[in-house]
Structures are given as C-alpha cells and as structure tokens.
C-alpha cells in the first residue's frame, strides 16, 4: 500500500515568512511523529501524536512551531517567523499504535531559509 | 531524557569484512531498540530491530545485538557489499519515551570495493 508522503519536497522561504508542511500517514496509523534532520546530523523528535491524545510536544524548539492533526489523519507542521537556524529536512513518521514501536518515514520536505 | 551515543562516526572498510556500529542509551526502561540505514537523499529506512527481551537478532547478512546489563547494544553486518555504503543510525525507544525515537549521531559507513 502507499506509504507516508509529505509535501512539499522542498521549500524556499524568506526569514520572517511563515511554512507549512503537510504529512499524510500510512492509511489506519493511529500515531504520527515529526522530527527534524539537520544537515549531517541526526534526527531531532519534535512532536508525536497518539490517536485521540494530547499531543508529545516536548521536543518543539519554540514557541514558532506547532503541529495539528486534523481527523486522526494528515497533520501539518506550521513554523512561524522562519529563522535561518529552522533550515532542515523535516520528517514524518507513522505507526499503527497500540504498542508497535516500527515508524516508517516519509520522504521529507527539505526547508531553506534564506 | 533519555541520550544515545553511538560509535564510530565513520568507519570505512573493505568489500567482504564485516562491520560493527555501536550504542549506548541511558535509560534502563528503555526497551525497542531499532537500525535506520539512510542513503544520500533519501529517507531513513528500518533495516532491523529488537526488543528487550531479546539478546540477538539476525535477518541474513545484519544483525543486531542488545546487553540490557551494560546497556548498549550493536549492529553486525557481515560480507560487507559496496550497497551497504550509508549513513546508519541507531535509536532508543520505550520506557519514560514511549514511542518516541531518540537518535544516535550517525555513522557513516563506506565499503570500498
């Protein structure tokens, strides 16, 4: 079946300017991560998602960034007033939740602030 | 929260020897332990992992070891191929975490034919 898929691939912004970015989950995942990957780095958990549950929200950087997840489906991180230090790929992941562990990632949106 | 710390950050060797990657954690509730291997450009893609109750996994050339005790655990592949050049992450989930993976640094491997 379809994997994760994130849009957009890439994205070029003004410092200032605000992004979305989309992540739709494996269809029937109940839990959703995001992460961030800077460049020749590791990955950075930014947020998880679990079904009906309060959102993970412990590894957001500041206060410029949040997520939602609308209908246990597709979520959207949205970074406010991008700075030039928020340039990164970031990744989505998805689970089928009650107690698997096994995330699979999208292809990441890669964001250039310029 | 937890911290992962893996080993080395680059290793290079030749097609045919065998390669090991290795990580420690922190925290003892820990207990999913999985391999990320990352292409240029690509996305992380689950290669193999284990749980706690578990010492030893295999899935024919890569395997994946875990000592709870001293907490760390490694990745093991054998008759390296130049395919295999990546980037390889190790992360720890579980326990205070939940499903939430905390990475390694990466380790960057490249087999020379």
């Known amino acids: 079946g379809a994997g994760v898929s994130q849009s957009p691939s890439n994205k070029v912004t003004e410092k200032g300017k605000d992004v979305e970015l989309r992540c739709d989950p494996i269809?029937?995942?109940?839990?959703l991560y995001w992460y961030r990957q800077s460049l020749g780095q590791g990955l950075e958990f930014l947020i998880y998602?679990?079904?009906?549950?309060?959102?993970?929200k412990s590894g957001l950087p500041s206060d410029r960034f949040s997520a939602e997840r609308t209908g246990g489906s597709v979520s959207t991180l949205t970074i406010q007033r991008t700075q030039q230090e928020d340039s990164a790929v970031y990744l989505c992941?998805?689970?089928?939740?009650?107690?698997?562990?096994?995330?699979?990632f999208g292809p990441g949106t890669r964001l250039t602030v310029t | 929260g937890e911290n992962v710390e893996q080993h080395p950050s680059t290793l290079s060797v030749q097609e045919g020897d065998s390669a090991v990657i290795k990580c420690t954690y922190s925290?003892?509730?820990?207990?999913?332990f999985p391999w990320y291997k990352q292409e240029l450009g690509k996305r992380p893609q689950l290669i193999i992992d284990i749980r706690s109750n578990v010492g030893e996994k295999k899935d024919q050339r890569i395997a994946v070891t875990l000592n709870k005790t001293a907490k760390h655990f490694s990745l093991h592949i054998t008759e390296t191929q130049p395919e295999d050049s990546a980037v390889y992450f190790c992360a720890v989930a579980g326990g205070t975490s939940y499903g939430k993976l905390t990475f390694g640094q990466g380790t960057i491997l490249t087999v020379h034919p």
């Open positions: 998602f679990q079904g009906n549950s309060a959102p993970d």
């Open positions: 269809s029937g995942h109940t839990a």
């Open positions: 992941a998805s689970t089928s939740g009650q107690g698997s562990y096994e995330q699979y």
């Open positions: 925290d003892s509730a820990s207990n999913y």
